[in-house]
């Protein structure tokens, strides 16, 4: 997609119109957004590859009954790489285990199963599985949206920084020069404390 500039662009311009402006490099702008998509990339999901242990609660394709058969052994790898100081490895074991077998748990989703548990009072029976379903139920919050409202946050502090003009840092840098003489003099105001 990154050598396909002129397909996109005309698509754009078809169903918007043509940019207002004509001296605008687009394509350069076009690539600048590629490079930095790129060299975010590894960086934003080098953890993702620690997070299979979300398959061990995952019903897809009818993988519990694969698991029945096989131990989901890597997947659990990942999660006592990653959380094995909260989990006791050999009870978890056994309680997936039995929670493979059972027919009651096969067709609900981690949130689902999160709520028969804490109804039925099953958590005290299966405390792994209960802090095992908890954590993947936590994960979504605890990593996307956090993620993205930092992701948003720099975007905004940086166009806050790109918007600020030559009077702006003309008016910073009068304000640095009071704050100075006033140390100098001794006299201390309101506006010379914050800055």
């Known amino acids: 997609m990154r050598n396909e500039?002129?397909?996109?662009?005309?698509?754009?311009?078809?169903?918007v119109g043509e940019p207002c402006k004509r001296n605008v490099n687009y394509k350069q702008i076009y690539n600048e957004i590629f490079d930095n998509v790129d060299s975010h990339l590894e960086s934003r999901f080098q953890d993702y590859g620690s997070l299979g242990f979300i398959g061990l609660?995952?019903?897809?394709?009818?993988?519990y009954d694969i698991y029945q058969k096989q131990f989901p052994q890597i997947?659990?790898?990942?999660?006592?790489?990653?959380?094995?100081y909260h989990f006791d490895e050999v009870r978890l074991r056994n309680e997936l285990n039995v929670f493979y077998a059972a027919d009651d748990f096969k067709e609900k989703n981690s949130f689902e199963l999160l709520q028969i548990i804490s109804d039925?009072?099953?958590?005290?029976?299966?405390?792994?599985?209960?802090?095992?379903?908890?954590l993947i139920c936590t994960i979504p919050v605890s990593t996307t949206s956090v993620?993205?409202?930092?992701?948003?946050?720099?975007r905004i502090k940086t166009?806050?920084?790109?918007?600020?003009?030559e009077k702006d840092y003309q008016?910073?840098?009068y304000c640095q020069l009071k704050q100075i003489s006033f140390k100098k003099s001794g006299k201390?105001?309101?506006?010379?404390?914050?800055?």
């Not at 609660?57 to 993988?63: A, H, L, Q, T, V």
């Not at 997947?75 to 094995?84: F, P, Q």
């Not at 166009?159 to 003009?165: A, D, E, I, P």
């Not at 201390?188 to 800055?195: A, D, E, I, V």
């Open 188 to 195: 201390r105001t309101h506006s010379s404390k914050g800055l």
């Open 5 to 15: 500039f002129e397909t996109v662009f005309a698509e754009t311009a078809d169903e």
């Open 75 to 84: 997947e659990l790898s990942n999660l006592l790489s990653a959380y094995g």
């Open 120 to 134: 039925k009072s099953i958590s005290t029976c299966f405390p792994q599985l209960s802090k095992l379903i908890s």
């Open 171 to 173: 008016i910073w840098r």
């Open 159 to 165: 166009y806050s920084r790109n918007r600020t003009g």
């Open 147 to 154: 993620e993205r409202s930092f992701s948003a946050l720099k």
């Open 57 to 63: 609660i995952s019903n897809e394709n009818g993988k």
